[in-house]
Antibody
Framework: QGQLTQSGAEMKKPGASVKVSCKASGYTFTNHGVNWVRQAPGHGLEWMGFISAYNGDRNYAETFQGRVTMTTDTSTDTAYMELRSLRSDDTAVYYC????????????WGQGTLVTVSS | QSILTQPPSVSGAPGQRVTISCSGSSSNIGAGNDVHWYQQVPGAAPKLVIQGNNNRPSEVPDRFSGSKSGTSASLEISGLQAEDEADFYCQSYDNSLSAYVFGGGTKVTVL
């Protein structure tokens, strides 16, 4: 089924950018898409967007349009999510999740990366 | 305000059955899009427990079952156990938004 391993916690100032990595192992990376989901402290899950590891097609949530860029590196089986112009309300745990192709469910999740935005 | 509506909390005694509802609309669940359910214990990543409306991944106990009808779906946990205490989220796809959508989450408490 595979595994996703994310980069470590980040602390950023307002206005800065953050780039979170998500390395896949145990499955064929290019056969599945990757979704990014975030969770603010004490809140629910918020979908940020999707990227196909096969052809790079992307679909970003309207909330993040213009501020987020999702990419993949098929030479290292790694997905990346960059969020710019950070605000305090971007403080959250950011998850990557593998898309199960037949059902479009998120069947494998990374461990999460805490991004703290504070002056 | 989540696109999919779930009750904030449900509770039950060990061994009892609890049901979590997930209400959507004609642009997501009612459009024929599958519903998936995730379990999240505090401090951990979500875990898929039901995919494609009513299918359990092999490692998920058969106490968990899902159903879907019209614009709604449900997750049932029978024979409730202490280890089931967690937050549960439903998820589908919304054709109008062209987006994955989540419910607001339901906290399951084992009394």
């Amino acid at each position: 089924q595979g595994q996703l391993t994310q980069s470590g916690a980040e602390m950023k100032k307002p206005g800065a950018s953050v780039k979170v990595s998500c390395k896949a192992s145990g499955y064929t990376f290019t056969n599945h898409g990757v979704n990014w989901v975030r969770q603010a402290p004490g809140h629910g899950l918020e979908w940020m967007g999707f990227i196909s590891a096969y052809n790079g097609d992307r679909n970003y949530a309207e909330t993040f349009q213009g501020r987020v860029t999702m990419t993949t590196d098929t030479s290292t089986d790694t997905a990346y999510m960059e969020l710019r112009s950070l605000r305090s309300d971007d403080t959250a745990v950011y998850y990557c999740a593998k898309v199960d192709s037949p059902t479009n469910s998120l069947d494998v999740w990374g461990q999460g990366t805490l991004v703290t935005v504070s002056s | 305000q989540s696109i999919l509506t779930q009750p904030p909390s449900v509770s039950g005694a060990p061994g009892q059955r609890v049901t979590i509802s997930c209400s959507g609309s004609s642009s997501n669940i009612g459009a024929g899009n599958d519903v998936h359910w995730y379990q999240q214990v505090p401090g951990a990543a979500p875990k898929l427990v039901i995919q494609g409306n009513n299918n359990r991944p092999s490692e998920v106990p058969d106490r968990f079952s899902g159903s879907k009808s019209g614009t709604s779906a449900s997750l049932e946990i029978s024979g409730l156990q202490a280890e089931d205490e967690a937050d549960f989220y439903c998820q589908s796809y919304d054709n109008s938004l062209s987006a994955y959508v989540f419910g607001g989450g339901t906290k399951v408490t084992v009394l």
